[in-house]
């Protein structure tokens, strides 16, 4: 399927783009659809990396949400530009970063990766809520919540941050985890504080000490607490 033919007329919310096409052609690229709410390794083709164009939303200081897309190079989740419409044309320009406002994907991605891909400044809820959307929907829903959490605790929503948070350390993949189980245990810790749960923040302070020794063979030191 011709991005022509795809973007902003089909139903399909991500696509992935073949690796032999011509980089500097893209009205001629051969789109896959990809099914499902998500993008998610069930969807894609070999291990889930690549190439990807997934549905998203300029997001206006002005409140309005305007329909666009988004490229996207998973692992690292690299964003180098956006597709717009204008008029009957479609148009790929640099970055996520408009004069207008800011891209973000209006899709969940099943991936770990910078949570900050989901942040307009504009209005930190709307990647929020493309999240907490997609939650019900996620095949796996320790990614979403991952992202989730950071993002909620930035905007200082903390009760919700917790629940977040205790998506991914009880559904989450443990050889995903494992690395970052320590931080994640630290932030809830902190979170607890925060809403005044002592007895909680004291156990997830003792939960990020045994995973630190762990990963690192040793306990952690004051800066590291």
């Given at each position: 399927m011709k991005l022509l033919e795809a973007l902003f007329r089909e139903p399909w919310r991500a696509y992935q783009v073949p690796d032999d096409c011509d980089w500097d052609n893209f009205e001629?690229?051969?789109?896959?659809?990809?099914?499902?709410?998500t993008l998610a390794a069930e969807d894609v083709e070999d291990l889930f990396q690549g190439y990807f164009i997934i549905a998203a939303h300029l997001v206006s200081s002005?409140?309005?949400?305007?329909?666009?897309y988004l490229d996207l190079t998973l692992p690292e989740r690299i964003v180098e530009h956006r597709f717009i419409k204008i008029g009957d044309r479609i148009e790929r320009r640099r970055g996520r970063?408009?004069?207008?406002?800011?891209?973000?994907?209006?899709?969940?991605?099943?991936?770990?990766?910078?949570?900050?891909?989901?942040?307009?400044?504009e209005n930190p809820s709307a990647g929020i809520n493309v999240l907490?959307?997609?939650?019900?929907n996620?095949?796996?829903?320790?990614?979403?919540?991952?992202?989730?959490a950071f993002l909620l605790r930035?905007?200082?929503?903390?009760?919700?941050?917790?629940?977040?948070?205790?998506?991914?350390?009880?559904?989450?993949?443990?050889?995903?985890?494992?690395?970052?189980?320590?931080?994640?245990?630290?932030?809830?810790?902190?979170?607890?504080?925060?809403?005044?749960?002592?007895?909680k923040a004291e156990a997830d302070r003792h939960l990020y000490t045994m995973a630190f020794q762990k990963n690192y063979g040793h306990t952690p030191g004051p800066h590291e607490m």
């Open positions: 001629e690229w051969n789109l896959q659809p990809l099914s499902g709410a002005e409140g309005v949400s305007q329909p666009c970063c408009a004069e207008n406002g800011t891209v973000i994907p209006a899709i969940g991605i099943e991936k770990f990766g910078d949570y900050t891909l989901f942040f307009a400044k907490q959307s997609g939650m019900p996620a095949r796996h829903r320790d990614y979403l919540a991952y992202d989730l930035d905007q200082k929503r903390y009760e919700e941050a917790i629940d977040a948070f205790s998506i991914v350390l009880e559904e989450g993949h443990a050889a995903e985890i494992a690395p970052v189980l320590h931080m994640l245990y630290r932030e809830r810790a902190q979170l607890y504080a925060a809403v005044g749960q002592p007895e």
